[in-house]
């Protein structure tokens, strides 16, 4: 029998298997792949050539500690672990976040990123050197107020796709996506007084 058919002839043995296991638990048990809320927007991977590009853009290098904020598969952090730098994701949804850890792993980068099941919002982002981001026009602006507070001056912040509002970006690219943009900010003295 070759790999294809085992695996399809297996894996309804493994599902059956998983099943009598999880009706075993009780009920009073929480489910381990319950986020603490409904995430804000729907799981859409960066390409990876945009994950170059915003950590060209941000100059990623060693010694800097990348926050990819609704990291998704990982490969954000997984991008910037190949740069020498450390990777944290974070993400409301655990099936992603153990994704992310399996992409780590088969990558041989397990050591330099950690993924988080964690609320961007109420995550403490003020280890990060660069935040990445690939979330809404209302979600970036939302973040912003949070950004400056918690980055320290001389942070970079990075976009695919969507902009800060009336936040002027640093630098703009054109990325080969059907939003056609990344953009990158710097946290200055003057965002620490807003």
């Not at 927007?41 to 915003?54: D, G, I, R």
């Not at 672990?81 to 994704?99: F, K, T």
């Not at 990325?175 to 900010?185: E, K, S």
Request: with cysteine.
């Amino acid at each position: 029998m070759d790999r294809r058919h085992f695996l399809s002839a297996a894996a309804p043995l493994a599902l059956a298997g998983t099943m009598s296991e999880a009706r075993g638990q009780t009920s009073s048990a929480p489910a381990p792949c319950a986020p603490a809320r409904t995430a804000d927007v729907v799981y859409e991977p960066t390409p990876l050539a945009v994950v170059q590009t915003m950590m060209d853009m941000a100059a990623v290098k060693a010694g800097d500690v990348v926050y990819d904020l609704g990291c998704g598969d990982g490969r954000i952090a997984i991008g910037a672990a190949r740069r020498g730098a450390s990777g944290v994701g974070i993400d409301l949804n655990y099936n992603l976040i153990e994704w992310a850890n399996a992409n780590a792993k088969a990558e041989r980068v397990q050591d330099k990123v950690k993924f988080v099941h964690q609320d961007i919002f109420t995550m403490d982002l003020s280890e990060a050197s660069v935040v990445t981001l690939y979330l809404l026009p209302e979600l970036n602006q939302r973040l912003r107020p949070k950004l400056w507070k918690e980055l320290k001056v001389g942070s970079r912040v990075v976009s695919n796709a969507f902009d800060m509002g009336n936040w002027r970006p640093d630098k703009t690219v054109e990325v080969p996506t059907r939003y056609l943009m990344a953009y990158m900010w710097t946290i200055k003295p003057e965002h620490k007084k807003a």
